[in-house]
C-alpha cells in the first residue's frame, strides 16, 4: 500500500473536530498535499530553511560528532 500525506486530512479533521485539537504539520512544502497543508491548524514549511534539515548539507556538515 503506497500513501501519501494527502491520505492523513481525513485524520487532522477528526481529530479538530471530534478532540478538539490543534494540528500542526512539519514537513517540506513542495512535496506536501495543498489538501493537508490546507487541512492542518499551522504548517512548518521545511522548504523555508532546508540546509538547517537535510543532512550532508553544509551546515551539517560542519558538526562535530
Do not use: M, W
Amino acid at each position: 500500500l503506497i500513501s501519501g500525506d494527502g491520505d492523513y486530512v481525513p485524520l487532522v479533521e477528526y481529530l479538530q473536530n471530534t478532540h478538539g485539537c490543534q494540528v500542526e504539520v512539519v514537513a517540506f512544502g513542495k512535496s506536501s498535499s495543498a489538501r493537508l497543508i490546507e487541512a492542518c491548524d499551522d504548517f512548518l514549511d521545511l522548504d523555508q530553511n532546508p540546509k538547517k534539515y537535510l543532512l550532508g548539507s553544509e551546515i551539517n556538515s560542519r558538526r562535530k560528532v
